[in-house]
Nanobody, 127 residues
Framework: QVYLEESGGGSAQAGGSLRLSCAMS????????MGWFRQAPGKEREGVAA???????MYVESVTGRFTISLDNAKSTLYLQMNNLTREDTAMYYC?????????????????????WGQGTQVTVSP
């Protein structure tokens, strides 16, 4: 079993920044990819950013250039640095981990295929 716990969510003004953290524990060796996903009210959960154990990253277009995903292996912690936030970034953010084929697989169908999820952390962006 892999355990994930997010932190760092909160409120920010448009144009501001937040950094999310995801502490990973348990059978981490089972995972080869990690990702951040989000779910806004009334919308489906979507992949936002993905990273593999080689440090390769991929982002959805809406956050490219604004968000950065990173992994600190020594601390077993996944991060999501979010800059230049907009109201459209308001959502519950989840970290997830599992084995994967490719990073675009993570973003496209990881939401239904990943087995290990955190409980989520809320991000609210005000005008």
């Amino acid at each position: 079993q892999v355990y994930l716990e997010e932190s760092g969510g909160g409120s920010a003004q448009a144009g501001g920044s937040l950094r999310l953290s995801c502490a990973m524990s348990g059978a981490i060796y089972r995972t080869t990819c990690m990702g951040w996903f989000r779910q806004a009210p009334g919308k489906e959960r979507e992949g936002v950013a993905a990273i593999n154990n080689d440090g390769e990253t991929m982002y959805v277009e809406s956050v490219t250039g604004r968000f950065t995903i990173s992994l600190d292996n020594a601390k077993s912690t996944l991060y999501l640095q979010m800059n230049n936030l907009t109201r459209e970034d308001t959502a519950m953010y989840y970290c997830a981990a599992d084995s994967c084929v490719t990073l675009d697989w993570v973003l496209s169908i990881g939401v239904t295929r990943f087995d290990y999820w955190g409980q989520g952390t809320q991000v609210t962006v005000s005008p």
